[in-house]
């Protein structure tokens, strides 16, 4: 039995009183005392852990000056705040042990676009994606393009003054802020931009914080403007934070306090609102993938490439391509990388065509003058279409997620990775950064912007081992006396965060200066302290890089133990599970709650931090010295009768949809349903379970019991009565009608062939390639048996002898609900069996992707399991044998519509040629059949009908399958879903049922 696990960590007294006193307030935001959402930001995309006090949500800036004003009252003088964006920083800047301010679950509003003038409006939560998908059609973007686009705020994006690919075009997030609101740490409101200098002397007037800003920064722009010159070196990738040099503009008599905020990490004052500048996108793209033999021959081309005038030049070395083998993504860009090492993402944009053809003509004349000599490029792709652009650019984003499927303890990590140096420098630099590395026998990644001098280096450490754990410094001070050599800056692009140490050496005479425009902003140190700079006067310090670690947690824990959950542990908090993309399949829960607790990054955290607690409480249970005041803990221990973490962890197991989506989309492959199950597993040798999860994980054997009297079971389950009983007491929805056509009976009408193996076994060998066993599952045989006939049929249409062995459980429900044991005792009986099957060797076909999909995921996880057979989907099976299916079939086409088809979640992102196979079929029989980019439908198999999750789950189907389903009744005819929980969504929400592919193909072969 596991332990109960009381709050190690608790809050301070002073951060209780304040907390319980901002209830008390008008802010109408939330606050979030509770354990696991102050471990959630306890981490970012960094090295670095640091467990805040608490985390607050304001819904609006008013909020934002009640918390303030609140906190200059006497008693909480001492509580400090951090702002947080997409949580996506590698270097730590949002982490910290007070108060976290996250803008990103309620002020994620555009608020206003202008195309006339050329702006737009947004509060500091809003996604850079979302924000450009909104202005596409307008024919304008937000120009800065970030790896982590999908999920990074421009609130984050501004107090980091982030730059990415382009950013020799387009330059850094400051070069197009307008206007910013903010708040300071005294509850004052203020706004700036660009102003005159009469209206600067007024300002100065002000006898508030607001006059003394203005006043201190003027001083020190004019009065030392030739040590700031000296100082800020002339290069495309910079100093970001408190950017002096461009404060004060003499050619235009202008000041401009943007320059500051922009990349002072929320040390300054927090972001309201941001007035933003708008570019016009490119009328024309094109993308070049340039091969090389190594990582350093592509490195020193990006000077002669620099010659063609790019956009953007991107190298990706040989590591992450090796990794991407591995990842979902290589299927979309082998045919475009094949055979390199090491490639450069060569991008150019035009406005005018004819000239972009004379670049590119160029380029590729370029290339194959010099393939295949030292040290020139082997070979070129030249995507097509956007399409294809898009996904190799999603290849270059997906770089850094991928260094964490790295074999062994030690995982390339960003702590020295984004140094810039002058472009022309750049080759010799990372010569000599790499003999470096070389010294202390370090593997090494490498990436980035070669066309800004920028490069991302991550060694691979392995932190829970104190003597890597001790180069974190060393390397740094290092790469610092490195990259002060060649004329460059420590961080080029990701901010300063724990490398605040640094800030001297770099800004020299003028960091006295920054400690006084610190002080001018944020007297008592009370917004982000440490980072970057401490305010004069003070006797705070700055942070270190020799700091927490999250491997300090985790060497806590026994080796064999992080082994058996290694899915926890590997999670590196890259946040690519942040997606905010509603048609996306990455991360249902996440997208619907804007609760980072329910992402796979989130579960994952809550599960490392559980599996530390049992590791220090093995024999006794740590007592907590006080309790939490606030609603959240009250409605815990409403329902559990007493406090324990293990329930929090519950709580963010339990809103995982078991859809799989994490288990390929994410680069790491942290696949959080294996890692619930095996949580509750062990959850409930302590805790009861609900009786519903009885009934849930033996519902195969209950349909198939239900089965053999449908009439009388849909009589007792199918009333109004019934159902108000089963939703109050078993806490189920809308519980599904057993078919009455049972396969039994649909198969005898057929006149079948029996299912006899050892007649089977018999079989000739020309026998059995006319024949397909086609296994059976609860879902389509007992809710939607016609789908299972109508399959035997067209297979029969086919020329195929079809053998329909009898039901047998799969399991998949026992895991969902962590019935490990038994799924495990039921996968062993099961596999025997279907080894036996493959001996005959006649194909294994199933229809529903989640049953089919268990077969060839969860079990070959089991330890000691020896699958030597394969069940195949559908679509599969029939693309392996389409010459069958074009000379069946292929003469009796008739003109058809175009079918639309909803693919299911587990099997888009387990099976990933799933969906085009079915399009490649259609296409072959020339029937026209589009692919509709959706997230999950929101059911999910059992979460969609646990009564907790209904409103869930509807919001989930209404965020992209709702809005992509035909409102024409007649246009419905032609909506395709493969799986039964999409159809039974469909039916659910939007009234009508839509077919199988495999019914469309049968409707053919019988035309």
């Known amino acids: 039995m596991i332990p109960k696990l009381n709050l190690k960590d608790n809050l301070k007294p002073e951060y209780l009183l304040f907390l319980d006193a901002l209830a008390k307030t008008p802010f109408s935001g939330e606050i979030r005392p509770d354990f696991a959402s102050r471990l959630m930001m306890s981490t970012d995309n960094s090295i670095y852990q640091i467990l805040p006090q608490a985390v607050v949500y304001p819904k609006s800036e008013q909020d934002l000056v009640h918390l303030f004003q609140l906190a200059q009252q006497e008693p909480f003088k001492s509580v400090t705040f951090s702002p947080r964006g997409g949580g996506t920083g590698t270097n730590g800047q949002s982490l910290s042990p007070g108060i976290i301010i996250d803008c990103s679950k309620y002020m994620h509003q555009i608020l206003e676009i202008n195309l006339e003038q050329g702006w737009v409006r947004v509060q500091p939560g809003v996604v850079l994606d979302k ?113 002096l040099a461009k404060v004060y503009s003499p050619p235009e008599q202008t000041f401009n306090l943007n320059w500051l905020l922009a990349g002072s990490e929320g040390t300054l004052a927090i972001i309201t609102e941001a007035k933003l500048k708008l570019t016009p996108i490119p009328k024309y793209k094109k993308l070049i993938a340039i091969h ?165 280096v991550r060694p691979a450490l392995d932190l829970k081992v104190p003597q890597d754990e001790a180069l974190i410094g060393e390397l740094s001070d290092k790469v610092v006396a490195l990259v002060r050599k060649y004329g460059g800056v420590m961080w080029g692009e990701h901010g300063k965060g724990f490398r605040s140490e640094y800030t001297p050496t770099f800004f020299g005479e003028l960091y006295p200066d920054l400690g006084k425009i610190k002080a001018a902003f944020d007297p008592e140190n009370r917004l982000n302290p440490g980072k970057i700079v401490a305010p004069n006067a003070s006797y705070n310090e700055v942070v270190r890089v020799e700091a927490p670690l999250r491997g300090h947690f985790d060497r806590q824990v026994a080796k064999e133990v992080r082994s058996q959950y290694e899915v926890a542990f590997s999670c590196n908090g890259n946040g690519a599970c942040f997606n905010y993309n509603p048609d996306d399949v990455m991360c249902p ?183 397909v066993i086609l296994l059976q599952d609860a879902f389509t045989s007992f809710y939607e048996s016609q789908i299972v006939l109508d399959t035997y049929d067209c297979l029969r249409e086919l020329g195929y002898t079809v053998y329909v062995p009898p039901f047998f459980v799969n399991g998949k429900t026992l895991h969902v609900k ?114 509709v980019a959706t997230g999950c439908c929101g059911m999910a198999g059992i979460y969609g009908h646990e009564a907790e999750h209904y409103n869930e789950s509807q919001g989930i189907y209404a965020m992209s399958w709702r809005r992509q389903i035909s409102s024409d009744v007649e246009q419905r005819k032609f909506c395709l879903a493969t799986g039964y929980s999409c159809r039974s969504q469909i039916k659910r929400f939007d009234s009508f049922v839509p077919l199988h592919p495999i019914q469309v193909l049968l409707s053919h072969c019988k035309i």
């Not at 309790?627 to 293990?646: C, E």
């Not at 519902?699 to 199918?718: D, G, K, M, R, Y």
């Not at 195949?872 to 639309?900: C, H, M, P, T, V």
Request: glycine content about 6%.
């Open 818 to 931: 962590g019935f490990l044991k038994t799924f495990q005792a039921i996968a062993q009986k099961n596999t025997d069996y279907l080894n036996q099957l493959a001996k005959l060797e006649i194909p294994l076909v199933g229809i529903e992707p989640s049953i089919v999909l268990t077969y060839r995921d969860e079990y070959i996880k089991i330890k000691g399991l020896k699958a030597s057979f394969r069940v195949q989907l559908l679509q599969e099976f029939l693309w392996e044998n389409q010459a069958r299916l074009k000379q069946k079939i292929g003469d009796r086409i008739s003109e058809s519509d175009r079918y639309y088809l909803f693919g299911h979640c587990t099997e888009k992102t387990i099976a990933l040629n799933s969906q085009k196979q079915w399009q490649q079929i259609f296409q072959m029989l020339k029937i026209p059949l589009s692919l």
């Open 131 to 243: 924000l450009n998908a909104e202005l596409k059609p307008y024919g304008v973007f937000f120009a800065p393009s970030l790896s982590p686009s999908n999920r990074a705020t421009i609130g984050g994006m501004i107090n980091t003054d982030a730059c990415g690919q382009g950013s020799r075009i387009y330059g850094r997030t400051s070069n197009h802020i307008l206007e910013l609101n903010w708040v300071l740490a005294d509850g004052t409101g203020g706004r700036s931009h660009a102003i005159n200098l009469y209206t600067l002397n007024h300002l100065k007037q002000q006898p508030n914080s607001i006059g003394h800003i203005y006043s201190q920064v003027n001083e020190i722009v004019t009065t030392k403007q030739k040590i700031i010159e000296q100082s800020f070196p002339k290069m495309p990738r910079f100093m970001t934070g408190y950017n």
């Open 589 to 771: 829960s996440a997208k619907i709650t804007g609760d980072r607790i329910h992402s796979p990054k989130g579960r994952a955290s809550l599960m490392r931090e559980w599996l530390r607690q049992l590791a220090i409480n093995k024999s006794e249970e740590i007592e907590k010295s006080g309790s939490l005041p606030l609603k959240f803990w009250n409605n815990l221990t409403k329902i559990w009768g007493s406090y324990d973490y293990s329930h929090e962890v519950y709580n963010g197991m339990h809103g995982c949809l078991s859809c799989k989506a994490c288990a390929s989309q994410c680069p790491i492959h942290v696949d959080i349903p294996s890692l619930k199950a095996q949580f509750l597993e062990l959850y409930h040798t302590r805790y009861l379970r609900h009786w519903r999860d009885y009934f849930v994980g033996n519902i195969e054997t209950l349909a198939n019991w239900q089965s053999h009297a449908p009439v009388l079971f849909n009589f007792l389950t199918q009333n109004f009565v019934t159902r108000w009983l089963i939703q109050k007491f078993v806490r189920m929805v809308d519980p599904p009608a057993i078919s009455t056509l049972t396969v039994r009976q649909g198969l005898k009408q057929r006149q079948a062939p029996v299912f006899d193996l050892e007649k089977l076994s018999t079989l000739s060998k020309l026998e059995r390639a006319n024949s």
């Open 292 to 456: 090389y033999n190594c990582f350093n021959d592509a490195l020193f081309a990006a000077e002669t490439l620099l010659a063609f005038a790019p956009a953007a030049i991107e190298t990706i070395d040989e590591k992450i391509l090796s990794l991407a083998r591995q990842d979902e993504i290589y299927e979309k860009v082998k045919h475009f990388i094949l055979g390199a090492k090491a490639i450069n993402l060569v991008e150019f944009s035009s406005d005018d065509l004819e000239e972009l053809a004379q670049k590119l003509t160029r380029i590729c004349q370029s290339i194959t003058l010099n393939r295949n000599q030292p040290q020139q490029p082997t070979g070129y792709y030249l995507a097509q279409n956007e399409t294809e652009i898009s996904h190799l650019w999603d290849l270059r984003k997906r770089g850094v997620g991928l260094l964490g499927n790295t074999k062994g303890d030690r995982k390339p990590i960003a702590f020295i990775e984004d140094t810039a140096v002058p472009p022309a420098c750049l080759a010799n630099y990372i010569c000599e950064f790499q003999t470096l590395l070389n010294a202390y026998q370090l593997d090494y990644a490498m990436y980035g912007h070669v066309d800004v001098g920028c490069m991302h």
